[in-house]
């Protein structure tokens, strides 16, 4: 069975950072694209990053420049660096493939950012 563990969430000021770790079971990242998520209440699950393999990555506009996805293939584990946060990056942070295929999603872990 696929389970996603997101991790690294918590509350931050505006122009802070936060890492956030996601690790699998019942997946080997290393096949698939993977890639992060968030959702806001009320709102559709947004895309934010997607690793392509060991070498390409690709972001969202809105957080193109700040956010930096990375993956540890030995480790089965994606992490999401995100720089220079902004209130509207508040959100519950998701991991999962891309595309997902059905696959289930995690609990996510929780980013607030506010002064």
């Known amino acids: 069975q696929v389970q996603f563990v997101e991790s690294g969430g918590g509350l931050v000021e505006p122009g802070g950072s936060l890492r956030l770790s996601c690790t699998g079971s019942g997946i080997t990242f290393s096949v698939y694209h993977m890639a992060w998520y968030r959702q806001t209440p009320g709102k559709e699950r947004d895309f934010v990053a997607i690793?392509?393999?060991?070498?390409?990555?690709n972001y969202s506009d809105s957080v193109k420049g700040r956010f930096t996805i990375s993956r540890d293939n030995a480790k089965n584990a994606i992490y999401l660096q995100m720089n220079d946060l902004k209130p509207e990056d508040t959100a519950v942070y998701y991991c999962?493939?891309?595309?997902?295929?059905?696959?289930?999603w995690g609990r996510g872990t929780q980013v607030t950012v506010s002064a």
């Open positions: 690793a392509i393999g060991n070498d390409v990555t």
């Open positions: 999962n493939t891309s595309p997902t295929k059905g696959r289930p």
